[in-house]
């Protein structure tokens, strides 16, 4: 089993720029495939990044590439998620999951103000 916890989360204006981890614990070795995905109040979650345990693979929602960048550091266990210029329709609690496990963090806000 493995345990996600997201942090990094905040209040940030409009341009800026916030750094997302997920600390994933336990069977780590079932944790393959690493995903972000956001809920904005009223509408559904949807996915923005993904990433293998070996960073040899990415993919982003169109809606944010050029400006987010998902990473992974192994000896930490931690799946990153660096967002820069960033856009008040960013704004949305951000969820950690292990694809495999189909197992979810408990997720973190970021709004951005205009």
């Known amino acids: 089993q493995v345990q996600l916890v997201e942090s990094g989360g905040g209040l940030v204006q409009a341009g800026g720029s916030l750094r997302l981890s997920c600390a994933a614990s336990?069977?780590?070795?079932?944790?393959?495939?690493m995903a972000w995905f956001r809920q904005a109040p009223g509408k559904e979650r949807e996915f923005v990044a993904a990433?293998?345990?070996?960073?040899?693979?990415?993919s982003y929602a169109d809606s944010v590439k050029g400006r987010f960048t998902i990473s992974t550091d192994n000896a930490k266990n931690t799946v990153y998620l660096q967002m820069n210029s960033l856009k008040p329709e960013d704004t949305a609690v951000y969820y950690c999951?292990?694809?495999?496990?189909?197992?979810w963090g408990p997720g973190t806000q970021v709004t951005v103000s205009a």
């Open positions: 999951l292990s694809v495999d496990t189909s197992t």
């Open positions: 990433i293998n345990r070996y960073a040899t693979s990415t």
């Open positions: 336990g069977r780590m070795f079932s944790a393959y495939y």
